[in-house]
């Protein structure tokens, strides 16, 4: 496995999405009509018009994928200028050719709609033009090309080559129109897009009248610059759309801002990883080191796994993979914490022996927590979208190679350096031989936490008092993820003050623009759904204020996809702690099971009401963490409900309360070695990265350490409580 994913990781390149790269991400909407239904068919017709026009704007590597009936996600890496792209796509680029009937001056000037076979339209120059009846449309033209004439000095022009049927249609219009003379408004042809006519040039004088213009091939000239050419061109010979498309959704990343993220993300990594593995060593000597090799064969793995699915790797992606490592040193942890206990209640231990029954021994709570933090990343790809989806496939990914990293690597090689003549001579090498000082100190001591729970139940009941308070007097911060709007960030070369943007936004007609600023020369507007027009004044505001400003972000998110996605993360949320429930008390009891979700229910909202006391956005980012502390959590409440059931099924007469606090304390070590790894990790995520994963990484912290409270000291009560009391108060 390990010679595989290193052939593929030296082979297959990672693809890397937008956010991490630099460009455009549009999400498109095919709506119906009267006459056309936008169902899948006519969705997947759009995608191929789309596909034509993107090749011909010559973008590398794009991206088309349909998602559901009506929706097609677009990605233009380097792209950026989301308006032109905007345009180019959504345009439905209806194309007909009509003969001139006159201007609407010698038709006792006659402006509104003429006969049911006539329209009046105003050309180039404003000049309302009487036209007939299309004569050709866009079916009648093979395509369409930007040409530049050197030799006349005539300048760009486009070129335009008919089909079979249209070469003769265009003959029959051109020699009508020469019939009448040089000047004469019919002697022009009107070329008309979207019902605006794009150009209305004569006939030629050397076409002759009932001759026309033979061969199939014409070409339209005017005052077009090469921008201009290439763009009709573009639009001519990519075709008509079948239905009409509305953007719902736009992202534009500076190819900047994509480096600073993975250089951020990249020494997060590094740092995090080392930190980890210096802390695992300590810890546990030999077995540390080795477990740090499977770590980096994790991470190779993990790797490998994306570039063969073909996987795109987004930005909190990259953190999913990140934080996944901490997660990989959770399965070593719990397997060389049993391993002690194992090598400490044998009368003559050897490390190999304690390590296989430590291995047998944590692998049903191993399995229990790695499928309940499938289970969130699952829901993550199935509701979530662009980013989070990405976040959801890379977490679940590293669960699956963190389970193969300590369940076979780090088995293979502990088990074979385990069984060394000069290990076995040296049993405290492997750092299994003795308990540990955590272990140690609950050994002298023997605290009974679970004296009396519902004093725990009373603590974990303030905390929520407080949490639904922020909620209430603060309230949510909504971000534009789920409330539609825009989100601009600039760079600037002057710092700005926030609150004299605000002023200067309010006085450019934007009252309820919501200004921050991250660092000294980074600075992001929010505000409702603005034009591209109200876009760039927004953009000239703030460069009054700033100096040489840049823009590297610019997300466009509509107002139904706001409610659709605010509406999925309900479901989301929901599923989880359904799909929680669920497999919890199929593996366990079903008290054990609603202890463990109304433990999760007291991180989520404790979670939610710490980001709205901070003030912090509320967006797809913070449901990926919120999501991940649902995983997270649960697994310490697994680790724990399994040692209680394997206590139980040892011992049917000591008291509930007595074998719950004996299990907290046998997992205790197990549960802060983990922490530490997972909030190094988290800490250098926060510390290093940008701002997006700095609120992703404070979240995780946040829940890591509610997460390991609830666990013990809501989980554990709530259990108690629900038990009969007889349960609870049988003597041995």
Same mark, same amino acid.
């Given at each position: 496995?390990?010679?595989?994913s290193?052939?593929?990781?030296?082979?297959?390149?990672?693809?890397?999405?937008?956010d991490?790269?630099?460009?455009?991400?549009i999400?498109l909407e095919? =709506?119906?009509?009267?006459?056309?239904?936008?169902?899948?068919?006519?969705?997947?017709?759009?995608?191929e018009?789309l596909?034509?026009r993107?090749?011909?704007?010559?973008?590398?590597?794009?991206?088309?994928?349909?998602?559901?009936d009506?929706?097609?996600?677009?990605e233009?890496?380097?792209?950026?200028?989301?308006?032109?792209?905007?345009?180019?796509?959504?345009?439905?680029?209806?194309?007909?050719?009509?003969?001139v009937l006159?201007?609407?001056?010698?038709?006792?000037?006659?402006?509104?709609?003429?006969?049911?076979? /006539?329209q009046?339209?105003?050309?180039e120059?404003?000049?309302?033009?009487?036209?007939k009846?299309?004569?050709?449309? %866009?079916?009648? @033209?093979?395509?369409?090309?930007?040409?530049f004439d050197?030799?006349?000095? !005539?300048?760009?022009?486009?070129t335009?080559?008919?089909?079979?049927? %249209?070469?003769?249609a265009w003959?029959?219009?051109?020699?009508?129109?020469?019939?009448?003379?040089?000047?004469?408004?019919?002697?022009?042809?009107?070329?008309v897009?979207?019902?605006?006519?794009?150009?209305?040039?004569?006939v030629?004088?050397?076409?002759?009248?009932?001759t026309?213009?033979?061969?199939?091939?014409?070409?339209i000239?005017?005052s077009?610059?090469d921008?201009e050419?290439? /763009?009709?061109?573009l639009?001519?010979?990519?075709?008509?759309?079948?239905? &009409?498309?509305?953007?719902?959704?736009?992202?534009?990343?500076?190819?900047?801002l994509g480096?600073? !993220?993975? /250089?951020?993300?990249?020494?997060?990594?590094?740092?995090g990883?080392?930190?980890?593995?210096?802390?695992?060593?300590?810890?546990?000597?030999?077995m540390?080191l080795l477990?740090?090799v499977?770590?980096?064969?994790?991470g190779?793995?993990?790797?490998?796994?994306?570039?063969?699915?073909g996987a795109t790797?987004?930005?909190?992606g990259?953190a999913?993979f990140?934080?996944?490592?901490?997660?990989a @040193?959770?399965a070593?942890?719990?397997?060389?914490?049993?391993?002690?206990?194992?090598?400490?209640?044998?009368?003559? &231990?050897s490390p190999?022996?304690?390590?296989?029954?430590?291995?047998r021994?944590?692998?049903?709570?191993?399995?229990?927590?790695?499928?309940?933090?499938?289970?969130?990343?699952?829901?993550?790809?199935?509701?979530?979208?662009?980013?989070v989806?990405g976040?959801g496939?890379?977490?679940?990914i590293?669960?699956?190679?963190?389970?193969?990293? !300590?369940?076979?690597?780090?088995? $293979?090689l502990?088990e074979y350096?385990?069984?060394?003549?000069?290990?076995? =001579?040296?049993?405290?090498?492997?750092?299994?031989?003795?308990?540990g000082?955590?272990?140690?100190?609950?050994l002298?001591?023997?605290?009974?936490?679970?004296?009396?729970?519902?004093?725990?139940?009373?603590?974990?009941?303030?905390?929520?008092?407080m949490?639904?308070?922020?909620?209430?007097?603060?309230?949510?911060?909504l971000?534009?993820?789920?409330?539609g %709007?825009?989100?601009?960030?600039?760079?600037?070369?002057?710092?700005?003050?926030?609150?004299?943007a605000r002023?200067a936004?309010?006085?450019?007609g934007?009252?309820?623009?919501?200004?921050?600023?991250s660092?000294?020369?980074?600075?992001?507007?929010?505000?409702?759904?603005?034009?591209?027009t109200?876009?760039?004044?927004?953009?000239?505001?703030?460069?009054?204020?700033?100096?040489?400003t840049?823009?590297?972000r610019?997300e466009?998110?509509g107002?139904?996809?706001?409610?659709?996605?605010?509406?999925?993360?309900?479901?989301?949320l929901?599923?989880?702690?359904?799909?929680?429930?669920?497999?919890?008390? @199929?593996?366990?009891?079903?008290r054990?099971?609603? !202890?463990?979700?109304?433990?999760? $229910?007291?991180?989520?909202?404790?979670?939610?009401?710490?980001?709205?006391w901070?003030?912090?956005p509320i967006?797809?980012v913070?449901?990926?963490?919120?999501?991940?502390?649902?995983?997270?959590s649960?697994?310490?409440?697994?680790?724990?409900?399994d040692?209680?059931?394997e206590l139980?099924?040892?011992?049917?007469?000591?008291?509930?309360?007595?074998l719950?606090?004996?299990?907290?304390?046998?997992?205790l070590?197990?549960?802060v070695?983990?922490?530490?790894?997972?909030?190094?990790?988290l800490t250098?995520?926060?510390?290093?990265?940008?701002?997006?994963?700095?609120?992703?990484?404070l979240?995780?912290?946040?829940?890591?350490?509610?997460?390991?409270?609830s666990s013990?000291?809501?989980?554990?009560?709530?259990?108690?409580?629900?038990?009969?009391?007889?349960r609870?108060?049988?003597?041995?």
């Amino acid at each position: 496995m390990i010679a595989a994913s290193l052939a593929i990781a030296l082979t297959t390149p990672v693809r890397l999405g937008l956010d991490l790269r630099g460009g455009t991400q549009i999400t498109l909407e095919t =709506r119906s009509t009267a006459t056309t239904e936008a169902d899948r068919e006519a969705t997947d017709r759009t995608m191929e018009v789309l596909r034509g026009r993107i090749d011909a704007l010559g973008v590398a590597e794009p991206t088309l994928v349909r998602s559901g009936d009506h929706r097609i996600l677009v990605e233009l890496p380097g792209v950026q200028d989301p308006k032109k792209a905007a345009d180019v796509l959504g345009r439905t680029a209806q194309l007909t050719v009509h003969p001139v009937l006159g201007t609407a001056e010698t038709a006792h000037d006659k402006t509104g709609p003429g006969p049911a076979k /006539e329209q009046t339209l105003p050309d180039e120059s404003g000049q309302p033009l009487r036209l007939k009846a299309a004569a050709l449309t %866009g079916q009648d @033209v093979k395509g369409a090309d930007a040409r530049f004439d050197q030799q006349s000095g !005539a300048g760009w022009h486009v070129t335009i080559d008919f089909t079979g049927d %249209g070469r003769d249609a265009w003959a029959d219009v051109t020699a009508q129109a020469a019939c009448h003379p040089a000047g004469d408004p019919q002697r022009r042809v009107a070329i008309v897009l979207d019902n605006k006519i794009i150009s209305s040039p004569q006939v030629d004088p050397s076409v002759g009248c009932g001759t026309g213009i033979p061969g199939g091939t014409t070409q339209i000239t005017g005052s077009f610059d090469d921008a201009e050419a290439r /763009e009709l061109a573009l639009l001519i010979s990519g075709g008509a759309l079948p239905v &009409p498309v509305e953007t719902v959704e736009q992202r534009t990343v500076g190819a900047t801002l994509g480096e600073a !993220a993975i /250089e951020a993300a990249a020494w997060a990594a590094v740092l995090g990883t080392t930190l980890t593995a210096l802390f695992i060593i300590a810890v546990y000597r030999l077995m540390g080191l080795l477990a740090t090799v499977a770590l980096l064969c994790y991470g190779l793995i993990s790797y490998a796994a994306l570039a063969a699915l073909g996987a795109t790797l987004t930005l909190p992606g990259l953190a999913g993979f990140v934080l996944a490592i901490g997660m990989a @040193v959770d399965a070593n942890v719990l397997v060389f914490e049993r391993a002690r206990e194992e090598y400490a209640a044998r009368s003559r &231990p050897s490390p190999r022996s304690a390590l296989t029954a430590g291995f047998r021994g944590a692998l049903s709570a191993i399995a229990d927590s790695n499928i309940t933090t499938l289970v969130a990343a699952g829901l993550l790809f199935a509701l979530a979208s662009g980013p989070v989806r990405g976040f959801g496939v890379t977490l679940g990914i590293g669960v699956l190679a963190s389970m193969i990293s !300590a369940l076979v690597i780090t088995r $293979v090689l502990a088990e074979y350096a385990a069984g060394r003549p000069a290990v076995r =001579r040296r049993p405290r090498l492997t750092g299994i031989a003795d308990t540990g000082r955590v272990r140690d100190g609950l050994l002298r001591r023997k605290p009974f936490l679970m004296r009396r729970p519902r004093r725990w139940l009373a603590v974990s009941g303030a905390l929520l008092v407080m949490a639904v308070s922020g909620v209430l007097v603060r309230g949510l911060d909504l971000g534009i993820d789920f409330t539609g %709007g825009r989100l601009i960030e600039y760079s600037t070369t002057t710092v700005v003050d926030p609150d004299r943007a605000r002023e200067a936004l309010t006085e450019a007609g934007f009252p309820r623009a919501v200004v921050q600023s991250s660092g000294d020369t980074a600075l992001t507007v929010r505000t409702e759904n603005l034009t591209d027009t109200e876009a760039a004044t927004v953009t000239d505001t703030i460069g009054g204020l700033g100096g040489e400003t840049k823009k590297v972000r610019d997300e466009l998110i509509g107002p139904s996809l706001g409610d659709e996605l605010r509406r999925n993360a309900v479901i989301a949320l929901a599923l989880a702690l359904g799909a929680q429930l669920l497999y919890l008390a @199929v593996r366990f009891r079903w008290r054990f099971a609603t !202890a463990a979700v109304g433990a999760l $229910v007291h991180d989520v909202v404790i979670l939610v009401g710490v980001f709205a006391w901070l003030g912090k956005p509320i967006d797809g980012v913070f449901l990926a963490a919120l999501l991940t502390v649902i995983g997270y959590s649960v697994n310490d409440s697994v680790v724990l409900f399994d040692r209680i059931r394997e206590l139980l099924a040892r011992d049917r007469t000591t008291p509930l309360s007595r074998l719950t606090n004996q299990a907290i304390l046998q997992t205790l070590p197990r549960t802060v070695n983990t922490g530490m790894g997972a909030a190094i990790i988290l800490t250098a995520l926060a510390v290093l990265a940008d701002d997006t994963l700095t609120d992703f990484a404070l979240a995780l912290l946040i829940g890591l350490a509610v997460g390991t409270y609830s666990s013990v000291f809501t989980a554990a009560p709530l259990t108690l409580s629900l038990n009969p009391p007889a349960r609870q108060q049988a003597v041995r």
